[in-house]
């Protein structure tokens, strides 16, 4: 699997995905200042300003997944139970677990969903920072 990382730009609301706007938000989340002779520019680091998104593999439609994604998740596929209906869950990395999951609501707290082996029943429905309002999925 190839590493890709893209970023969430906390202050224009806006996704970061080329490789020169992905290399300065991984330079200010990473606290590392900028070259001043390139430019007259601000140029201090800002590690607050960015929420990085790394890749974790494909949905079961061949879409990318990045942490923050919201997804449905069959529970049909896993169970192999035809009465189980979907969750809805928020991609994070669980270091408890040391794996990426789905955090899913069930009933008044989140629960980590591990995510091996289980992408074929994951659809990408959109992304916590592009959705106005996320857990109202959940």
């Known amino acids: 699997m190839k590493l890709i990382l893209k970023f969430w730009d906390n202050e224009r609301k806006i996704m970061l995905e080329s490789p020169q706007s992905v290399l300065t938000a991984f330079r200010n989340h990473s ?17 607050k300003k960015y929420e990085p998104l790394l890749f974790i593999g494909k949905d ?15 529970l049909d596929i896993i169970t192999q139970d035809p009465d189980k209906s979907c969750v809805y869950g928020i991609i994070d990395y669980d270091e408890k677990e040391c794996c990426f999951c789905a955090r899913v609501l069930q009933g008044e707290e989140f629960e980590m969903l591990p995510l091996f082996g289980i992408m074929e029943a994951i659809e990408k429905i959109g992304n916590e920072y592009d959705l106005p309002h996320p857990l109202s999925l959940l």
């Open 31 to 47: 606290n590392i200042a900028g070259f001043t002779h390139f430019s007259d520019c601000y140029n201090q680091p800002n590690p």
């Open 60 to 74: 079961s439609k061949g879409v990318e997944l990045f942490t923050a994604d919201v997804v449905k998740i069959r």
